[in-house]
């Protein structure tokens, strides 16, 4: 019974939250501006109702899923009876009408907790904060509700629903799409702690404190997500990618990368008092390209109703452009630069490359709008502006983990480099001698991999001298060396790309296929014959193929070929067999005979493309690094990716 009513109740609680929203948003900014306590609690209490209402309006998405309610056009277009539970259950984010009700109910949650979590603290920013916030889920609810309707109904009510495509039937669907919305939607409160600062003039610690710790619980969201992301490319894609730079990838890609920066950045201005206007325009951006990631995922770069959200950017940039200008005095750095030979330019270095990648990224989404092409920017120009670009990131993040604050002496800074250079350089020559690399973007990688690594290991011996000596040893410190052990990582098996093996073979039943995989050994698999099974909603060409490696037994990869009923579309499902250091990745290409649904081949002849990608799983491993290490880095409170907290910092320098 109330499974039937909530689809009618979610509809009525999202029309309810939009004037809520609104009138919460002019009780904050009153109250703040005349000082009305009652006014600003009536805005807080505001913000938590205004969450019940869209988590009512989501759990109505999800009961029409669940119900079948094929009157509702966005049930009726990806949803069908023979749909699994919970692919129904993710149909909230499936499609962009879903998705939009999701970024709201996923920013009304965050900004719940952080009313509720500074209910006692912040108290001068706090209004400023709610009113923004609330200012932002007016938009998005009204985007809900005006043009993009999750709860529309058709004149017709068709008897079964068009079905969810089948790339989207893969678990990475369940959780890739609500992680990247998490984490999206978390940059909007760092944002409303810097919007508050600029309306109220308190640029102290404080708001920038507030603001990290709420950047690094997006930033680490949305590195999950991105990680998700590439590994269900990897696995469903059927051609052995994970990264293909579209317009998807390139959005969530933007404000990772400015928030990366930004967390980089805080440093300096918790330690020095440097850098703060750079900050400040950090934040925003960060903000506004979560906004445009989040349109250019669920409606392309050309939908008109990017227009609506291009206008809520310009806006939100024009505003906070003026309270810069109007706050400027109160943004001058404290200190300036005293050396070039120092950490906080170390800093400011790894920014501007990082925003010369972002500049590169946006670009290239945007080239085919700007000149009103057809066409999209091909990878390889991603490739050869990102790949140099990357190795810079590399090589800058180990020399800021050998220099000092302030500045080191070329002595000091030659005792500390010689052992992470000697370490690259040996790195990379013994790929060269012993593995017969090549490629000189990969041994560059590892080379400058190498260096970074030992790099940071005589930080971390200074770091354990200076803690034996009575000196204090921030946990921060602890989550940003893992954070950046896991890039180093993820980097390294990027570079396995260039080593890849791949072979493409016709069998039969009984025959086999040889292919060496660059690490030194050859993989034997013999096909052992295909077989038919009706799963739900499709039908499954499944071939098994025993693998041997040198000649020793490894077990049994499966690759198979799907048709789905609804909608009618032929699928590929790779069978991968990874190890700590490879992948051995299996397509069934094509069959040698056209089969229809519930048919089996008679002659059971199939092409297979097989590939041995070398390193891939230290993409994921680095990425579980990665989110480890920013975990540890907001348990501890301190800096994101830190070299101890700003205070001792400071009694380091003085």
């Given at each position: 019974m109330v499974l039937g009513v909530l689809p009618e109740l979610g509809e009525f609680a999202l029309w309810i939250a939009l004037p809520i929203a609104i009138w919460g948003g002019v009780l904050a900014f009153l109250g703040g501006g005349r000082g009305r306590g009652d006014m600003v609690l009536s805005a807080e209490r505001s913000v938590h109702a205004v969450f019940i209402l869209l988590a009512v309006a989501s759990a109505g998405i999800v009961a029409a899923f669940l119900g079948d309610r094929f009157e509702y056009w966005y049930v009726a277009n990806y949803s069908s009876r023979n749909l699994e539970t919970h692919f129904k259950v993710s149909g909230l984010w499936a499609g962009q009408r879903g998705s939009l009700l999701f970024w709201a109910l996923s920013l009304g949650f965050f900004s719940?907790?952080?009313?509720?979590?500074?209910?006692?603290?912040?108290?001068?920013?706090?209004?400023?904060?709610?009113?923004?916030?609330?200012?932002?889920?007016?938009?998005?609810?009204?985007?809900?509700?005006?043009?993009?309707?999750?709860?529309?109904?058709?004149?017709?009510?068709?008897?079964?629903?068009?079905?969810?495509?089948?790339?989207?039937?893969?678990?990475?669907?369940?959780?890739?799409?609500?992680?990247?919305?998490?984490?999206?939607?978390?940059f909007a409160v760092p944002f409303a702690f810097a919007v508050a600062a600029l309306l109220t003039g308190r640029l102290d610690p404080r708001w920038l404190q507030a603001a990290r710790n709420w950047a690094?619980?997006?930033?680490?969201?949305?590195?999950?997500?991105?990680?998700?992301?590439?590994?269900?490319?990897?696995?469903?894609?059927?051609?052995?990618?994970?990264?293909?730079?579209?317009?998807?990838?390139?959005?969530s890609l933007l404000p990772w990368i400015l928030a990366t920066a930004f967390l980089h950045s805080v440093m300096v201005q918790e330690a020095r008092g440097m850098l703060k206007l750079w900050n400040m325009a950090l934040v925003i951006l960060t903000f506004v390209t979560a906004v445009?990631?989040?349109?250019?995922?669920?409606?392309?770069?050309?939908?008109?109703?990017?227009?609506?959200?291009?206008?809520?950017?310009?806006?939100?940039?024009?505003?906070?452009?003026?309270?810069?200008?109007?706050?400027?005095?109160?943004?001058?750095?404290?200190?300036?630069?005293?050396?070039?030979?120092s950490r906080e330019l170390a800093f400011l270095l790894n920014n501007l490359v990082l925003l010369g990648a972002a500049i590169a990224v946006l670009g290239g989404a945007l080239f085919p709008l700007l000149t009103e092409s057809n066409g999209s920017v091909a990878p390889p120009f991603f490739s050869q502006v990102n790949i140099p670009i990357g190795l810079a990131l590399l090589a800058i993040m180990g020399m800021?983990?050998?220099?000092?604050?302030?500045?080191?002496?070329?002595?000091?800074?030659?005792?500390?480099?010689?052992?992470?250079?000697?370490?690259?350089?040996?790195?990379?020559?013994?790929?060269?001698?012993?593995?017969?690399?090549?490629?000189?973007?990969?041994?560059?990688?590892?080379?400058?991999?190498?260096?970074?690594?030992?790099?940071?290991?005589?930080?971390?011996?200074?770091?354990?001298?200076?803690?034996?000596?009575?000196?204090?040893?921030?946990?921060?410190r602890w989550g940003g060396w893992i954070v950046h052990v896991g890039v180093v990582v993820m980097f390294m098996g990027f570079a396995g790309a260039a080593s890849v093996t791949e072979v493409r073979?016709?069998?039969?039943?009984?025959?086999?296929?040889?292919?060496?995989?660059?690490l030194g050994h050859t993989y034997t698999l013999t096909y052992d014959g295909l077989s038919t099974a009706q799963g739900l909603g499709m039908w499954q060409w499944i071939a098994l193929m025993r693998v041997e490696r040198n000649g020793v037994f490894q077990g049994v990869v499966a690759t198979e070929q799907r048709m789905y009923e609804l909608p009618p579309q032929p699928r590929t499902e790779v069978g991968i067999r990874s190890t700590v250091v490879e992948d051995l990745y299996v397509v069934l290409a094509s069959l040698d005979e056209q089969v229809g649904m519930g048919t089996e081949p008679e002659h059971q002849q199939a092409t297979f493309q097989v590939m041995v990608n070398p390193l891939v799983p230290w993409i994921w491993y680095g990425g579980l690094l990665i989110v480890v290490g920013s975990l540890i880095a907001l348990w501890s409170g301190g800096p994101a990716f830190g070299q101890g907290s700003a205070a001792g910092v400071e009694r380091g320098i003085s």
């Open positions: 719940s907790v952080a009313v509720w979590f500074n209910r006692r603290r912040n108290r001068a920013l706090m209004p400023w904060v709610s009113g923004v916030l609330l200012v932002v889920l007016a938009f998005w609810i009204a985007m809900s509700l005006f043009v993009s309707p999750p709860f529309e109904t058709v004149a017709f009510t068709p008897r079964d629903g068009q079905g969810l495509s089948p790339r989207l039937q893969s678990y990475w669907m369940t959780v890739q799409p609500p992680t990247l919305y998490l984490g999206l939607a978390a690094l619980i997006g930033w680490c969201l949305l590195t999950l997500g991105i990680v998700f992301g590439m590994r269900w490319a990897y696995e469903e894609s059927g051609w052995d990618g994970y990264w293909f730079w579209t317009p998807m990838e390139n959005g445009f990631a989040t349109f250019v995922t669920r409606f392309g770069l050309g939908d008109p109703v990017n227009s609506l959200a291009l206008g809520f950017m310009a806006a939100t940039a024009m505003i906070c452009l003026l309270l810069i200008l109007w706050r400027l005095p109160l943004l001058k750095s404290d200190r300036r630069f005293e050396s070039f030979l800021g983990s050998v220099v000092a604050w302030r500045r080191s002496s070329a002595r000091s800074l030659t005792k500390d480099l010689w052992l992470p250079v000697a370490v690259g350089a040996g790195t990379g020559g013994l790929l060269y001698v012993l593995l017969g690399v090549r490629h000189i973007y990969a041994l560059l990688t590892f080379a400058l991999g190498g260096f970074v690594l030992a790099a940071m290991g005589v930080e971390f011996w200074k770091g354990t001298r200076a803690r034996t000596q009575g000196e204090g040893h921030h946990r921060g073979e016709t069998l039969d039943p009984g025959e086999s296929v040889s292919i060496d995989s660059p």
